[in-house]
T-cell receptor, first 113, second 109 residues
Framework: SAVISQKPSRDICQRGTSLTIQCQVDSQVTMMFWYRQQPGQSLTLIATANQGSEATYESGFVIDKFPISRPNLTFSTLTVSNMSPEDSSIYLC??????????FGEGSRLTVL | QKEVEQDPGPLSVPEGAIVSLNCTYSNSAFQYFMWYRQYSRKGPELLMYTYSSGNKEDGRFTAQVDKSSKYISLFIRDSQPSDSATYLCAMSPSEDMRFGAGTRLTVKP
């Protein structure tokens, strides 16, 4: 299975600042996604990271708040912009391998004060 | 109505018990079915991956898909305290995955 590295694993941030989360995969994958998991909740898809073009956002998520980059097949970043306490959550990178299976990184736990 | 329904539990069983976890869904286009295990403060870990209907077994874990009833199950035999985690079902027609709410399982020694 693909090995997914996410950084940072956790961070505590001040309101109004921005944080960029990095996701690196050890092999080429077909698709990369960013999910959010709020405390005690299941997973909510934020967007699909498209290589070399703008990400595809789900309803309720916008590019200005969650800019995403995917410069190549194995790397993507998610930025959480102008953070508020409501953005405190776990952010997860996930990838689809050529076998069709979906794998997750360990997640980045964000706390906004 | 949610596309995927999963009882959040919590579910508590004694060690050695057979555990049955279930999800129902409404979208008949779903073809891919997965079960994930998530330990506290960790990312979800893929346990079972099934395409279309039928059963799949891997060690103590068995996944069942009944597309006619829109119902999937995960069975854990001889449950162990290390199985204590949240189990999420997931399904999709292609790559657009939909997740259940997750069932929190505790296996007591």
């Amino acid at each position: 299975s693909a090995v997914i590295s996410q950084k940072p694993s956790r961070d505590i941030c001040q309101r109004g600042t921005s944080l960029t989360i990095q996701c690196q995969v050890d092999s080429q994958v077909t698709m990369m996604f960013w999910y959010r998991q709020q405390p005690g909740q299941s997973l909510t898809l934020i967007a699909t990271a498209n290589q070399g073009s703008e990400a595809t956002y789900e309803s309720g998520f916008v590019i200005d708040k969650f800019p995403i980059s995917r410069p190549n097949l194995t790397f993507s970043t998610l930025t959480v912009s102008n953070m508020s306490p409501e953005d405190s959550s776990i952010y997860l990178c996930s990838v689809v391998q050529f076998t069709g299976e979906l794998f997750f990184g360990e997640g980045s736990r964000l706390t906004v004060l | 109505q949610k596309e995927v329904e999963q009882d959040p539990g919590p579910l508590s069983v004694p060690e050695g018990a057979i555990v049955s976890l279930n999800c129902t869904y409404s979208n008949s286009a779903f073809q891919y079915f997965m079960w994930y295990r998530q330990y506290s403060r960790k990312g979800p870990e893929l346990l079972m991956y099934t395409y279309s209907s039928g059963n799949k077994e891997d060690g103590r874990f068995t996944a069942q898909v009944d597309k006619s009833s829109k119902y999937i199950s995960l069975f854990i035999r001889d449950s162990q305290p290390s199985d204590s985690a949240t189990y999420l079902c997931a399904m999709s027609p292609s790559e657009d995955m939909r997740f259940g709410a997750g069932t929190r399982l505790t296996v007591k020694p």
